[in-house]
């Protein structure tokens, strides 16, 4: 995977859904952030993000979205998200721009793969070191690039 689609915010002091939307919406495009905390907002009125226990995958495609990017937010505390989904402390964040070129939708596509790893997850969920995570995001989705590499040889 593009390193470039990856940010890390570990240990972030984030205490409410809103606050989470609010910094999703700014790294999507600070100039558009009411707009697209909307779509944050109307997304999550659809259905539940919530794809393990404890985290969830935000994500919104817009027009309006400066670059993709794919956010791993790991919260310091847990943060009650809504009755439906309960608590949350790690929020992998899908932000993609309207019209992107193919091959970053395939890199997105590659790495939403990954999340159906239930260990992979509950090992981000534990880490406590910031560098052993980043590390752990990153050698997990270049072993997957790897994967694709060898099978389309």
Known sequence: MNDKLIRVFFDSSLTSKAEMFELIAEQANPEKKAELY?????????????????????????????????????????????????????????????????????AISQFTRTLADEEYLAQLLLEKEAGQFEQMIRRNNLSKDNQTDNQNR
């Open 38 to 106: 909307k779509l944050l907002q109307n997304r999550e009125a659809v259905g539940s993000t919530l794809i393990a226990e404890k985290v969830i995958l935000p994500h919104l495609e817009s027009e309006e979205v400066l670059e993709s990017q794919i956010l791993f937010i790991k919260l310091r505390q847990e943060i009650d998200w809504d009755e439906q989904t309960g608590p949350v402390q790690l929020s992998i964040v899908i932000i993609l721009k309207k019209n992107e070129e193919q091959a970053i939708k395939v």
